[in-house]
């Protein structure tokens, strides 16, 4: 009898707390997270460190760390079969990116998109931190040996980085990290801003017209949707040329996994008038359950306390090994 239990792949993935959720993050992340859980060992770690980068309020930054938690949950992570822990917690993390800083190039750094566009908002007053961040962000994909890393198109360019950083510790010590291969859904990898539908939704906006938090109430979704630009030409296509209505389309299909075809199908005839309000509807029960499953959730802090707590010891336990593995092999004496 063959007794060996075959290992699981490893995923990893997180969620920097900066600000509020937006639908954005959830299709683009959350959402397949939890279709992916049972099939690979998962690590989702709530990134605070990454989320200092930019400026932050302490007891925001607090409250916005536990309701990440929540949202995780509420969103259909399961807290027992998965390690979901706060990425400070995790001390190999902050240590593994010195390490694998040095192993980094300046030129590969400033070449990412990310940097440069945060860094001309930011005007002088960078943060070397923002330069940094996608070390930190190799760090944590590779201390737990990731096979897939699900993300939104706009970390793919984090994740290849990620993947040379890799390679070169491999080839200059030795085989140490396994080498990361991205995970990004076809139809909700990149969810545009609703009022300016060449870029992505992001929370950082000012106009809140722009994106869907989570956390929007139905009649606040439908608001948003019913100003959402679309264009004149009046029929549901999903072509480049109407980025608004491609845009709503892609948000059913995320969320209810059709086809983009069997979408227009379904509003031959109709107007963007009915098309919009079935978005709405179709958003709207879709985040229903998740917040009242979130604030029930946030209404036991004990609860998520521990949930936290045995996230960070496990996670902590195969980080600190890759950890003393790199270590070792970049010549440190072990302790
Ligand atoms: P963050 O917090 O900016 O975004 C979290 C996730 O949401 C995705 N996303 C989107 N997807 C589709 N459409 C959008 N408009 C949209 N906006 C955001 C992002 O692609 C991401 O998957 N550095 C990361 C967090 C992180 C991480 C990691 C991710 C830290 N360590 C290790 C993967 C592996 C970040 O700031 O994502």
Redesign the pocket.
């Known amino acids: 009898m063959d007794n060996t239990i075959e290992k699981k792949k490893v995923i ?5 707390p ?1 600000g509020e959720l ?4 959830y ?4 959402k397949n997270w939890v279709t992916l859980q049972n099939e690979y060992e998962c690590y989702f ?1 709530i ?1 605070d460190l ?1 989320a200092i980068t930019v400026k932050q309020e302490p007891k925001d930054l607090r409250k916005r760390t536990l309701d990440l938690l929540s949202i995780y949950i509420a969103c259909g992570i399961n807290p027992k079969e998965n390690t979901l822990f706060i ?1 400070s917690h995790v001390p190999a993390h902050s240590e593994a990116s010195w390490l694998l800083t040095c192993s980094t190039y300046m030129g590969e750094l400033s070449r990412m998109t990310q940097y440069k566009d945060k860094s001309q908002k930011s005007g002088d007053s960078i943060s070397a931190g923002l330069f940094n ?2 070390v ?2 190799a760090a ?2 590779l201390l737990y040996n ?1 096979d897939l ?7 793919r360019q ?2 290849e980085l ?1 993947r040379d950083i890799a390679n070169r510790f491999n080839n200059t010590y030795s085989d140490t990290f396994v080498i990361p291969e991205g995970y990004t859904p076809k139809e ?5 801003d609703l009022q300016n539908p060449s870029k ?3 929370k950082s906006e000012e106009n809140p017209n722009c994106y869907i938090l989570i956390m929007d109430k139905p009649e606040v979704i439908r608001k948003k949707i019913s100003r959402a630009v679309t264009d004149s030409i009046g029929v549901v296509n999903y072509t480049d040329e109407q980025p608004g209505v491609k845009n709503l389309i892609n948000i059913i299909c995320a969320i209810k996994g059709v086809s983009p075809e069997e979408v227009v199908e379904s509003f031959i005839g109709k107007g963007y008038a009915d098309f919009k309000s079935e978005v709405a509807t179709i958003i709207v029960n879709e985040l229903s359950p998740v917040q009242e499953k979130i604030n029930e959730l946030l209404g036991d802090k004990k609860q998520l306390e521990e949930i936290y707590k045995e996230g960070a010891a496990k996670a902590s336990y195969t980080a600190n090994k890759t950890l003393r593995k790199m270590q070792k092999k970049i010549g440190l004496i072990p302790r």
């Open positions: 990893f993935s997180g969620i920097k900066s937006t639908l954005g993050n299709l683009g992340a959350i770690c990134a990454h990425q961040y996608p930190l962000m944590d994909i990731s890393v699900p993300v939104g198109i706009d970390q984090h994740l990620a909700g990898a990149k969810i545009m992505k939704m992001s």
